[in-house]
């Protein structure tokens, strides 16, 4: 690897490769940004109604520089950061088609779950640095959870720039790699687990006789109102459980339904069997 000071510029142009779900986020946040580090953000990707659609939904952001494009190797050839958002099996093609399009000191940050930094070194040139993170779709409306870890070139103030990058998306942390599958099972996954619990309770209300509507917004309120107290400084999930549950009363029932039927471990369960798949991805 080249450890020469990275080449920065400002503004920094920004590449997002990829415009689905997570790239479409990303590419949102960045576009939104008033940060004058960050000047023109395009987008690769390849189906043209998804370009469409990114363009109609930033609409504030286009002719400050934001761009759809078809072609990835015409986005990263001006760019100094670029964002990797796509499939991980569709990762060795999309970066192939990018030899001899790379600014030179520019930096990879990688979406993609169980690439490794290592890997995607491999198949980039020495002198692009890499960081890889982990973010989730909560991200969309700047409620998002990511971690970042860097590859071997990467030095903090790529990290900062990373940080700096997903401001708009939510929460950033740093972990080391070895942590990435975990963060996936966890928190990149994490919205899936939650979104399954909104559905069980809103069809358990319906059961019960609540229509769907009033169902569907007393479940979603009550995951959004615990999730602010449990953000609460010096709060923790226990003293706050213990606080809805009166002895005798009807909690203490409900969460002895749910502890008998091993809602806990299959929790854990969840979250190790998405870290494996996260692994595997990377193997
Ligand atoms: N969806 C999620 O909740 C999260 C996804 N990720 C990661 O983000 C990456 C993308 O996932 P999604 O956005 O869910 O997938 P997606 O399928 O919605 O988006 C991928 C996009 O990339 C485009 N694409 C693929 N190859 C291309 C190429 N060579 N040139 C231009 N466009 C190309 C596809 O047309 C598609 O629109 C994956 O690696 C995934 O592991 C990470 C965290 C959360
Ligand atoms: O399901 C997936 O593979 C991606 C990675 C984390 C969330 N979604």
């Known amino acids: 690897m080249d450890n020469q000071a990275p080449i920065r510029r400002s503004p920094l142009t920004v590449a997002v490769i990829?415009?689905?779900?997570?790239?479409g986020t990303i590419f949102g946040a960045i576009a939104a940004l008033e940060d004058d580090l960050f000047g023109d953000v395009v987008v690769a990707e390849r189906v043209a109604a998804r370009r469409e659609a990114l363009l109609a939904d930033n609409r504030a952001a286009v002719g400050r520089g934001t761009r759809a494009v078809e072609d990835p190797a015409a986005a990263v050839a001006g760019a100094d950061v670029v964002v990797l958002a796509v499939k991980p099996q569709d990762a060795p093609a999309a970066l192939a088609a990018l030899d001899g399009s790379w600014r030179d000191g520019a930096l990879?940050?990688?979406?993609?779950?169980g690439?490794?930094?290592?890997s995607l070194e491999s198949m980039v040139p020495d002198a692009i640095?890499?960081?890889r993170g982990m973010p989730n779709t909560p991200a969309r409306i700047g409620e998002g959870a990511t971690?970042?870890?860097p590859g071997s070139a990467?030095?903090?103030?790529?990290?900062?720039?990373?940080?700096?990058?997903?401001?708009?998306?939510?929460?950033?942390?740093?972990?080391?790699?070895?942590?990435m599958d975990a963060v996936t099972g966890l928190s990149g996954s994490g919205p899936?687990?939650?979104l399954l619990a909104v559905e069980a309770l809103v069809e358990a209300g319906v059961e019960l006789g609540l229509t769907r509507d009033v169902a569907n917004a007393l479940a979603v309120q009550t995951v959004r109102g615990t999730a602010g107290l449990a953000q609460q400084p010096g709060s923790h999930p226990t003293l706050l459980r213990e606080a809805v549950t009166s002895?005798?009363?009807?909690?203490?029932?409900?969460?002895?339904?749910?502890?008998?039927?091993?809602?806990?471990?299959?929790?854990?369960?969840?979250?190790?069997?998405?870290?494996?798949?996260?692994?595997?991805?990377?193997a």
């Open 18 to 23: 990829g415009g689905g779900v997570m790239g």
């Open 108 to 113: 990879l940050v990688s979406v993609c779950a």
């Open 115 to 118: 690439l490794s930094t290592a």
């Open 129 to 131: 640095r890499v960081v």
């Open 147 to 149: 971690a970042i870890c």
């Open 154 to 179: 990467a030095g903090p103030e790529d990290l900062d720039l990373v940080v700096a990058l997903l401001a708009g998306t939510g929460l950033v942390v740093q972990v080391a790699e070895k942590h």
């Open 192 to 194: 899936a687990y939650v």
């Open 247 to 282: 002895p005798g009363g009807t909690t203490a029932a409900g969460l002895a339904a749910l502890e008998q039927r091993g809602l806990r471990s299959a929790l854990a369960a969840g979250v190790r069997a998405s870290a494996e798949r996260s692994a595997a991805l990377g």
